[in-house]
T-cell receptor, first 117, second 116 residues
């Protein structure tokens, strides 16, 4: 299967600061990436769809000015949590769609644990 | 809109035995993909198995197999010879092709515990 990396794996920051999370597809090009948020023992909640070279599409209820997404290349998407607050503490997961071999599949990064103090 | 339902929040199985996790979905699409993902305590989402809707043959991957019933919109996962490492949360997912600018829809998950 394809490999998606995510960095950092864990971050602790003070309230009011901004945090950037990187998502990279290591062995394939990803025109579409997704950002999810997951609470313990719950399902994945889609935050936004990141499209290379264009603006991200945000799900209803997700503040686009707070969660900035940039998909500047075919292998990199970034999520910046601006002016983070304790309620933003969560597990964030990115994923990328792989279209190789006409077998579309979604692969996931290992996730980032964000703790805002 | 698509929906995915996993009706079993928690399940357990004895090591070496077989267990089946259920998943149903609702869609008006004819072309789509179905997946089972495993999320162990590390929380890394791992692809277990995939199925294309146009294929009648059920997908298999070593000890993992699916029972895909398109008319019934059912997609269950069977784990044979269960191992302790199979303990994880399992998510059923539905995805439409990118040509439809589709997104994935996930079920609420089933927590599987394999007991020694």
């Amino acid at each position: 299967g394809a490999v998606v990396s995510q960095h950092p794996s864990r971050v602790i920051c003070k309230s009011g600061t901004s945090v950037k999370i990187e998502c990279r597809s290591l062995d394939f090009q990803a025109t579409t990436m997704f950002w999810y948020r997951q609470f313990p023992k719950q399902s994945l909640m889609l935050m936004a769809t990141s499209n290379e070279g264009s603006k991200a599409t945000y799900e209803q209820g997700v503040e686009k000015d707070k969660f900035l997404i940039n998909h500047a290349s075919l292998t990199l998407s970034t999520l910046t949590v601006t002016s983070a607050h304790p309620e933003d503490s969560s597990f964030y997961i990115c994923s990328a769609r792989d279209f190789r071999g006409f077998q579309e599949t979604q692969y996931f990064g290992p996730g980032t644990r964000l703790l805002v103090l | 809109a698509q929906t995915v339902t996993q009706s079993q929040p928690e399940m357990s199985v004895q090591e070496a035995e077989t267990v089946t996790l259920s998943c149903t979905y609702d869609t008006s699409e004819n072309n789509y993909y179905l997946f089972w993902y495993k999320q162990p305590p590390s929380r890394q989402m791992i692809l277990v198995i995939r199925q294309e809707a146009y294929k009648q043959q059920n997908a298999t991957e070593n000890r993992f197999s699916v029972n895909f019933q398109k008319a019934a919109k059912s997609f269950s996962l069977k784990i044979s010879d269960s191992q302790l490492g199979d303990t994880a949360m399992y998510f059923c997912a539905f995805m439409t092709p990118n040509t439809n600018a589709g997104k994935s829809t996930f079920g609420d998950g089933t927590t599987l515990t394999v007991k020694p």
